[in-house]
């Protein structure tokens, strides 16, 4: 089915551990975004791309690794995981940046 | 930088009544859009309404509406007969670089429908 898959949907490591969170999307959108969601914070930035190969950092990128090689992936990788990244993770994408974004059925990372 | 601001963390209604959850926000750019999301239990963030900031006139989907106040920079979402299923986190968002940066949300309404 058409859409945008973030896998996995639940994920338990431990500190200082390397996790990649995927994310894809089947629409061929231009616009990716990683946000994570922290109780008392709602939904921040953490990196997002307007085409492949072309990433920037948000608000909250520290600790965050992303790439785009292709169109419809766009992995965040976590080098060394710490507890603060215990979060929910979701990924969206849209076609043009004026356009509603659609997110992914999200992440929850827990970090041990 | 862009700001939202949520003021009511939590809110709660009766079926069949109407809420409003208020949303401001701080942005230097001209060209913008606000968004109100829901995010039921099952965790999925659904669009409800979404506005154009240059357009004057508010945007309606059905039972949602919003009053957006451009000068006050205020952004409410108006929930007509509200229904068991509206319980949810609502949240207010805007857009920067014309919505190629990314959104910035609020912290979120967390809205109970009671029977």
């Known amino acids: 089915d058409a859409g945008i898959t973030q896998s996995p949907r639940y994920k338990i490591t431990e500190t200082g551990r390397q996790v990649t969170l995927m994310c894809h999307q089947t629409w061929s959108h231009s616009y990716m975004f990683w946000y994570r969601q922290d109780l008392g914070h709602g939904l921040r930035l953490i990196y997002y791309?307007?085409?492949?190969?072309?990433?920037d950092k948000g608000e909250v990128p520290d600790g965050y690794v992303v790439s785009r090689s292709k169109t419809e992936n766009f992995p965040l990788t976590l080098e060394s995981a710490t507890r603060s990244q215990t979060s929910v993770y979701f990924c969206?994408?849209?076609?043009?940046?004026?356009?509603?974004?659609?997110f992914g059925d999200g992440t929850r990372l827990s970090i041990l | 930088a862009q700001t939202v601001t949520q003021s009511q963390p939590e809110m709660s209604v009766q079926e069949a009544e109407t809420v409003t959850l208020s949303c401001t926000y701080d942005?230097?750019?001209?060209?913008?859009?606000l968004f109100w999301y829901k995010q039921p239990p099952s965790r999925q963030m659904i669009l409800v309404i979404r506005q154009e900031a240059y357009k004057q006139q508010n945007a309606t989907e059905n039972r949602f509406s919003v009053n957006f106040q451009k000068a006050a920079k205020s952004f409410s979402l108006k929930i007509s007969d509200s229904q068991l299923g509206d319980t949810a986190m609502y949240f207010c968002a805007s857009s920067s670089g014309g919505g190629a940066d990314g959104l910035t949300f609020g912290k979120g309404t967390h809205l109970i429908i009671q029977p």
């Open positions: 942005t230097s750019e001209n060209n913008y859009y």
């Open positions: 791309s307007a085409a492949a190969d072309i990433t």
């Open positions: 969206a994408s849209t076609r043009r940046g004026n356009q509603p974004q659609h």
